[in-house]
Structures are given as structure tokens and as C-alpha cells.
């Protein structure tokens, strides 16, 4: 089992807390694209993104699950919880991999913009299946090309804060 630090604990906490306010902020904006209302920018990925870089892909699985819980609580949102927790786990999945595979062959803006874009295929899928409509997959050319545009965002985002945080604020361990 693998051993925490009181320093680490910390760091992960208020890291959950910062992704599930942006979260629950981005949820109060309206829909973006409204023929597709779960489509949002996804700010809180920057926070899951610098937890698979600083702390590896247990930690961060861990948080992806903690942040869905915790913001399916703070906006008593259960129904949205399956398309937010199979979007999260999907990207979450594709980022790792990528991350540990290929990075830094491809940049961290490909990681997040595949991210992005495989998790809003996969809340689309959940969507069709749930409302039992298939013909909402007609929606993902536009739903994937703002994907990339979010996903460009969060990745320059997160490139800034692994760029020019002080190293006081990214030594976790």
C-alpha cells in the first residue's frame, strides 16, 4: 500500500476542492452548445490533468472519482452524475495512457484535447442509451469540435501552471 504524507493529503485535498468549485461553477453558466447541455469547457480537467503529472494515475484516479462524488453532492445533481462519472472515467483512461505512453512525443494540449474529446463521446453514448434516442450521436461532429477547442484551453492551462508554479507549490511528496 502505498504511503501518504500529511503534505500530500493536503495537496490532493485542496486541489479536489479547487476542481469541484470550478466545476460547480461551470455548471451554473448556461449550456454552451444547446442541442448539447453536459457540453461544458471542463476547467476542473486542469486540476485532474496536473494530478496525473504530480501524482500518477492511482492518485489521480482516485481524485476523478472523489471530484464526481463530491460535486454530485455540493449540486444534488444525481441523474447528471452517470454522464459526468462516464465522461471523467473515459478521459481519465485516454489521458493516462497517453500520458504514460507517448508523452512527451505529444504535447499535453493533445492529451487534454483527446481527453476532452472521448469524454464527451462517451457522455453522448451514455445520453443515447439512457434516453434510448441513437440519433443523438448526430450531435458529436459539433460536440467533438468544441471538444477540441476545450481541450486546447485546459491544455495550455495546465502547461502555464506546470511552466510557472513556484517548485515550493509542486513538491507534493
Known sequence: MKKYSAKRVASLGILLAAASIV???????????????????GLANVFVLLVIIYFGAWDAFLFVLAKNLLTALATLSSFSIVFNLAGSLCAYGVMVGLYACVFPRVSIVSVSVIGAVVSNIARTGVA????????????????CSFSVLAGVIVGILVILCVKHLPERLTNFI
Open 128 to 143: 443515447a442509451i439512457i434516453m434510448e434516442m441513437p440519433s443523438l450521436y448526430i450531435q458529436l461532429p459539433i460536440v
Open 23 to 41: 466545476f460547480i461553477i461551470e455548471s451554473l453558466v448556461p449550456p454552451l452548445i444547446p442541442i448539447a447541455p453536459y457540453v461544458k469547457l
